[in-house]
């Protein structure tokens, strides 16, 4: 008698991904890989690693500028940040949902990057903006809209998010606001900027948003 293989057993699993720091943070995929494994027995963790400064400094990305915008808001006055908050912060990493709504509802800040995108509309050009909520998505569509810039927006739910997106793709507008969206699996190649107006902490989705324009 012969003992019957699965066709599983003579398979390898690659596994390829451009956010290994997600990757690092997953027990389950880590194990899934062996890269512990691979680790002690090879000394290092993957087959293959490239680092995002090689992928620029070859030109397959390319070079980001960093524009920091000062919206002149004192937050822990003006989004009411408590001990309570900061202590969620110092546990969780990210602040809390109340913060993040009233973030996304303070209108001088929302006026705030719609101006800073019309001051340099020219040089900015096709715009992806990372948005905090639907809320946030919503209210900075209304203001875009209202000064005269053709935008639109994409959020989960949102029944025409594919046709969006397609227009986009085809320049149909020049601003489009997303919110969880588009910080993976899209590639609008002429993207030339990204506005980042949603805080976060984590390296990985940082990551995933800039590399939409990169």
Not at 97 to 115: H, L, M, P, S, W
Request: proline share 3%; with cysteine; charged share 25%.
């Amino acid at each position: 008698s012969f003992p019957i293989r699965r066709s599983s057993d003579l398979m390898i699993l690659l596994g390829l991904t451009a956010t290994p720091k997600r990757l690092q943070d997953n027990q389950v995929l880590m194990k899934m890989f062996n890269v512990e494994e691979n680790r002690e027995k090879y000394g290092k963790g993957f087959i293959y690693e490239v680092s995002l400064q090689h992928l620029i400094q070859y030109e397959y990305l390319a070079t980001p500028r960093y524009i920091p915008v000062n919206t002149e808001i004192h937050g822990d006055k003006v989004y009411n940040i408590d001990e309570k908050n900061i202590k969620f912060f110092e546990q969780f990493g990210e602040l809390p949902e109340a913060v993040f709504d009233r973030i996304a509802c303070n209108v001088a800040r929302n006026k705030c990057i719609v101006n800073h995108y019309l001051d340099n509309r020219k040089k900015y050009g096709k715009t992806i903006i990372f948005a905090i909520n639907k809320n946030h998505a919503e209210e900075l569509y209304d203001i875009f809209s209202t000064a005269g810039i053709a935008c639109d927006y994409v959020v989960s739910g949102k029944t025409d998010n594919h046709d969006v997106i397609q227009a986009f793709r085809e320049n149909a507008f020049d601003v489009l606001i997303n919110v969880q969206i588009l910080t993976e699996g899209a590639d609008v190649p002429d993207i030339q900027t990204a506005f980042m107006t949603r805080e976060t902490n984590s390296d990985s989705l940082f990551m995933q948003m800039i590399g939409r324009a990169l």
